[in-house]
């Protein structure tokens, strides 16, 4: 009799707690990066729980993320994690794909079944994917040597770190710096190293670099490997840095290169809106899979351009999480 | 080692170069004065000291590494067993447990990984790749577990010493890292070639079944070597986080191929038996100054790899060429 009861009771909850799941209709949208190991697809998740947050206060759906992929990055285990999330039956996927070609068939596939698929900091351009949200890396590229050439002046000697050599949006950086430069025959890239990614590897070069050019007015890090370490381990490069000797641009506006550049290390940054990764491929999912939306084929996130002047205000925003406000001007 | 030294008569003028490691020695001699003909920084000592920094971790390692492959071993867990012992000493030290604790916290985690894997070889009898494939998987997984990718950052002044501060020694400063490669290097050294610990370990590479029937337990020097190999990794590790100051999960990615390749440059066999611990030291050392010495060039970025490859298999050529004119050579 115990027995019967307690089955009976815990049928009633379970039927109740159906009920109420079924009321608001929910909707589930994946959102996959391109990796889980890489910390700056953290902020673009908070971005697109926050998104989804707001849109099920808002009503009259309930909207959950889906926040999955690979540990590392790799193209073959994310179409796999791309095939999972379509079995799931989600209602919108928003990937940045880790090779534009190696996801075309499960994007394709995914868009077949019926699920809107765009595609936001890392494209698969000839995919049936229905937009691309992402930043325009050959401008940010023109935008770090504005930056640079405000600083030190057009006349001295650049250096360029990279990180992978190929890797295509760190080129498009550096086609669009070079671009830049160009108009400018005072100034000369001296050269052009690459640390793989690699925090180690990426200190080592900077101060070989200083030592071999020791009359170096400015740096371009396409990205901000060698920034992570602390200080102490540059001692070349600080030196200069402090003394103005040579002026450093970099990219990503990450907290750690936001209090170098409080503390003068840094020039200048460009930034990608991380959070909008999340936030606005939820908010653009939404309003193609809810209203009927069109969009055209690529949408520009935008950058945060960031200096001495408007650092305070991207601190604030890192430390409230509110990177909806817009930026006060760089200049 | 065994006959074959003797097998040539030589005349007593060329008796050091029947030194093993006499053509590696030369090929770094040579790599050297050319980069220092070819460029005005190669040759001061603050470059000296960077290069000799920048490698002392890999040759830490690979000090470990060549005990294992003398055994007739391998282990591809050491670029992950780097991250993670630097990893779990940095998160220790942001839990304020100290600076003891936390080094030690480091260096056991390394040791107890290299157990493992030592347990897997001797006991489970899983072949050395796979076995240390799976254990570099997992400890790299616990990498970004434990993170959730974030780099841990902002350690205490009085750790980052081991790795930043330079000793002043006549006037130049020597980087600690350095000096510990050294002690290291000479303790290994010693061990391996002063102690019946060291000759178990070259008898089990050359013969294992030789070994065995000798009355040697080829299972507990194997648990041996794969343990110190995991705890000397565990010291590099710590020694390029204090350096750098932050401890990323991704950190020392790839680099175990760079510290095998240290250890086989060196004139470590990959077939067991052979190998000695300078070799490795000089095997560490051409890597780093091949890599500075493009920087350096201005060589470009993009071509560097290729001639890096060119280089090292050219000098192993050159080094075998000599071994087989000397005689060395079977």
């Known amino acids: ?331 | 080692m065994r006959n074959r030294v003797s097998r040539r008569p030589l005349t007593q003028v060329f008796k050091f170069q029947r030194i093993q490691e006499i053509g590696i020695l030369l090929i770094l001699f040579i790599l050297s004065l050319f980069l220092s003909i070819a460029t005005p920084t190669f040759l001061t000592s603050t470059n000296i000291f960077n290069i000799l920094r920048a490698f002392s971790w890999i040759a830490i390692s690979a000090f470990g590494i060549s005990m294992v492959i003398i055994t007739g071993g391998i282990d591809l867990s050491v670029g992950s067993v780097m991250a993670l012992s630097g990893l779990i000493t940095a998160m220790m030290l942001r839990a304020n447990l100290g600076d003891f604790l936390s080094i030690l916290g480091g260096l056991l985690i390394g040791a107890f990984v290299g157990f493992i894997n030592g347990l897997l070889v001797s006991k489970a009898n899983l072949p050395p790749f796979v076995a240390t494939l799976g254990t570099m998987s997992i400890a790299r997984g616990f990498c970004y577990g434990l993170t959730g990718g974030w780099p841990v950052r902002e350690l205490p002044r009085s750790f980052m010493f081991w790795g930043q501060y330079d000793i002043p020694i006549l006037g130049i400063g020597i980087p600690l890292p350095v000096v510990v490669m050294i002690i290291l290097g000479i303790v290994v050294s010693l061990f391996l070639n002063r102690t019946v610990w060291g000759y178990k370990i070259y008898a089990v590479g050359g013969n294992e079944q030789a070994a065995r029937l000798s009355g040697i337990n080829t299972g507990r020097i194997k648990l041996l070597v794969y343990t110190l190999c995991g705890l000397l990794t565990a010291v590099g590790g710590l020694l390029m986080t204090a350096r750098l100051g932050v401890a990323a999960p991704t950190a020392a990615s790839g680099y175990e191929l760079d510290i095998i390749a240290s250890a086989v440059i060196g004139g470590t066999s990959l077939t067991g038996g052979e190998g000695t611990i300078l070799g490795v030291l000089i095997g560490a050392a051409i890597m780093q100054v091949l890599r500075t010495g493009m920087v350096l060039l201005g060589f470009p970025a993009y071509w560097q790899p290729s001639a890096i490859g060119a280089i090292i298999i050219l000098a192993i050529m050159f080094d075998q060429y000599r071994k087989k004119k000397m005689g060395l050579l079977r």
């Open chain 1, 1 to 331: 009799m115990k027995r019967f009861v307690l089955i009976v009771s815990l049928l009633i909850i379970f039927l109740l707690m159906s009920a109420t799941a079924q009321q608001p209709k929910k909707l589930v949208f994946a959102w996959i990066p391109k990796a889980l190991n890489n910390p700056v697809f953290e902020l673009g998740r908070d971005g697109a729980f926050k998104r989804a947050e707001e849109l099920s206060k808002q009503g009259p759906y309930k909207f959950e993320i889906l926040y999955v992929g690979s540990v590392a990055s790799d193209a073959t285990e994310q179409a796999r994690v791309v095939e999972d999330v379509v079995a799931r039956k989600v209602d919108g996927i928003g990937i940045s794909c880790n090779d534009p070609t190696a996801l075309i068939d499960v994007i394709n596939k995914a868009v077949e079944a019926g699920i809107p698929v765009m595609t936001w900091d890392a494209d698969s351009p000839k995919s049936k994917r229905f937009t691309y949200l992402g930043v325009n890396n050959y401008e940010g590229g023109r935008w770090a040597a504005k930056l640079l050439i405000k600083a030190m002046g057009t006349k001295g000697d650049v250096a360029m770190l990279t990180g992978v050599p190929g890797a295509l949006n760190l080129e498009e950086r550096m086609r669009g710096f070079r671009y830049e430069i160009k108009g400018y025959p005072d100034i000369k890239i001296v050269t052009t190293v690459a640390c793989y990614d690699d925090i180690n590897k990426g200190v080592q070069v900077v101060e070989e670099v200083m030592q071999a050019y020791p009359k170096l007015r400015g740096w371009f890090f396409v990205g901000l490997w060698p920034l992570f370490a602390e200080r102490g381990s540059m001692p070349l490069w600080e030196k200069a840095a402090k003394a103005k000797k040579v002026f450093t641009v970099a990219f990503d506006t990450l907290p750690v290169e936001l209090q170098l550049l409080k503390e003068g290390y840094l020039c200048g940054l460009v930034g990608q809106k991380y959070w909008g990764w999340g936030y606005d491929t939820i908010d653009i999912l939404y309003r193609r899979v809810v209203k009927g939306e069109k969009f055209p084929d690529w949408i520009d996130s935008g950058m945060d351009i960031v200096t001495k002047k408007n650092v305070d205000a991207m601190i604030r925003a890192w430390l409230l999480k509110d990177f909806k406000t817009p930026l006060p001007p760089p200049f």
